[in-house]
Nanobody
Framework: QVQFVESGGGLVQPGGSLRLSCAAS????????MGWYRQAGKQRDWVATI??????NYADSVKGRFTISRDNAKSTVYLQMNSLKPEDTAVYYC???????????????WGQGTQVTVSS
């Protein structure tokens, strides 16, 4: 079982930037596609995916503003968020991506997440 620890959230003004990090435990990190998700209400939504080789995919709402990356040596995935909008306000989580889906999470257990608040 892999555990995830997210960090880097905070309060930022509209148009600002933040960089989130997610440190994963376990030895299989480099084999997984990794994803970022966010939850502003009851539903947790997929944000971005990166394959083990570095290919990326994004939700339409963040395309062109967010960049996902990974460092397999550090078992860490990042989310660079630019041009932030109030609607980006949410708790952000990472997880491995299910082998059977382009966006669904692999693990049932989640980390504590990191709060991002975009407000003036």
């Amino acid at each position: 079982q892999v555990q995830f620890v997210e960090s880097g959230g905070g309060l930022v003004q509209p148009g600002g930037s933040l960089r989130l990090s997610c440190a994963a435990s376990g030895s299989d990190f480099s084999n997984f596609r990794m994803g970022w998700y966010r939850q502003a209400g009851k539903q947790r939504d997929w944000v971005a995916t990166i394959t083990s080789g570095g290919t990326t995919n994004y939700a339409d709402s963040v395309k062109g503003r967010f960049t996902i990356s990974r460092d397999n040596a550090k078992s860490t995935v990042y989310l660079q968020m630019n041009s932030l909008k109030p609607e980006d306000t949410a708790v952000y989580y990472c997880n491995a991506i299910s082998a059977w889906s382009a966006t669904l999470p692999h693990y049932d257990d989640w980390g504590q997440g990191t709060q991002v608040t975009v407000s003036s």
